[in-house]
Every structure is written in structure tokens, then in C-alpha cells.
Nanobody
Framework: QVQLVESGGGLVQAGGSLRLSCAAS??????MGWFRQAPGKEREFVAR????????FYADSVKGRFTISRDNAKNMVYLQMNNLKPEDTAVYYC??????????????WGQGTQVTVSS
């Protein structure tokens, strides 16, 4: 029902910046999130934003460096990444979620975009 396509990944030097985009089509859910997965590691949460109020929440590892935003008219979600570190290297995924009781469930996922940070 919901299709997500990420873009904007690439190779950047440590300390540099990169902006990821997520294009959503179909019926969007209430919350959009960014996740990442490094080689040999499990997927981890990065940031999320609500479509309506625009409230945000970040993982401690990226707080102060990353900014999530959205454009409701364009059904776009962005992740501005500043002061990138080599440990930020991962495949970044966009996801659409909804509230189920007191928890968040992400039902739809994009294919991911590679972010590589060199030292």
C-alpha cells in the first residue's frame, strides 16, 4: 500500500554533510522513520518524525548532528546529516509506521541507500 524510495546516499569525508531523501507514495502512515544497518551489525533506529505535528525523536548517537524533517505537500521526508563520522557508515532505510496501542510498528520499508564516510 505504501512505497518508499530513498536517495541521496554517497561517499563523503569525515566532518562532511549529506542529505538523504525519502519519497513516499500510496497511503502514508502517521510516523516516518530513518534506520541504518552497518555491515555485520543489526539494524538500528536513527530518527523519526510525525506527519501531522512534526514532532521528532533521535537516537543518542546522532542527536545534535542529524536533523529529520518532512514536506507534507510533497510526501517527502529528509535526513540532514552533519559532522559525519566513519561510524555513520551504513545502509540507511526509510520506514513508515503507525501507533498500535502504546507501541510503534513500522510496516513499510524502502530499499535503502548507502552512506560511506571516509576518515
Amino acid at each position: 500500500q505504501v512505497q518508499l524510495v530513498e536517495s541521496g546516499g554517497g561517499l563523503v569525508q569525515a566532518g562532511g554533510s549529506l542529505r538523504l531523501s525519502c519519497a513516499a507514495s500510496g497511503r502514508t502512515l502517521s510516523v516516518m522513520g530513518w534506520f541504518r544497518q552497518a555491515p555485520g551489525k543489526e539494524r538500528e533506529f536513527v530518527a523519526r518524525i510525525s506527519w501531522s505535528g512534526g514532532s521528532t525523536f533521535y537516537a543518542d548517537s546522532v542527536k545534535g548532528r542529524f536533523t529529520i524533517s518532512r514536506d507534507n505537500a510533497k510526501n517527502m521526508v529528509y535526513l540532514q546529516m552533519n559532522n559525519l563520522k566513519p561510524e555513520d557508515t551504513a545502509v540507511y532505510y526509510c520506514a513508515a509506521g503507525r501507533s498500535v496501542l502504546v507501541t510503534l510498528k513500522y510496516d513499510y520499508w524502502g530499499q535503502g541507500t548507502q552512506v560511506t564516510v571516509s576518515s
